[in-house]
Nanobody
């Protein structure tokens, strides 16, 4: 059974940094593409970042491009978004997601493309 657990969320001042983690189990991690999404109160879940199986191909939402970096450690079966220059509008619950893919290069930015989700971790950015 695939299991994803996010951690690293918390309260940070605007301009600060956080690194989230998503630890996985129950899957051959190197065969799965990874993604991060977020959901702010009263808003729909939105795409944040994605990485291919190897991590060599990545994609970001325009709102976080240049500030967030997604990376993965296949040996530790963990994916990390490093978030810097945080803004109050980054406040949300952050979710990691995964899906099997036969392509080493593909990544996915639609939530419906993912099969498995973590429980989320809260990130709050104060002004």
């Amino acid at each position: 059974q695939v299991h994803l657990v996010e951690s690293g969320g918390g309260l940070v001042q605007a301009g600060g940094s956080l690194r989230l983690s998503c630890a996985s189990s129950g899957l051959t991690f190197s065969s799965y593409a990874m993604g991060w999404f977020r959901q702010a109160p009263g808003k729909e879940r939105e795409f944040v970042a994605a990485a291919s199986r190897s991590g060599g191909n990545t994609d970001y939402a325009d709102s976080v491009k240049g500030r967030f970096t997604i990376s993965r450690d296949n040996a530790k079966t963990t994916v990390y978004p490093q978030m810097s220059s945080l803004k109050p509008e980054d406040t949300a619950v952050y979710y990691c997601a995964t899906r099997f893919t036969s392509s080493p290069r593909d990544y996915y930015y639609r939530s419906l493309d993912y099969n498995y989700w973590g429980q989320g971790t809260q990130v709050t950015v104060s002004a």
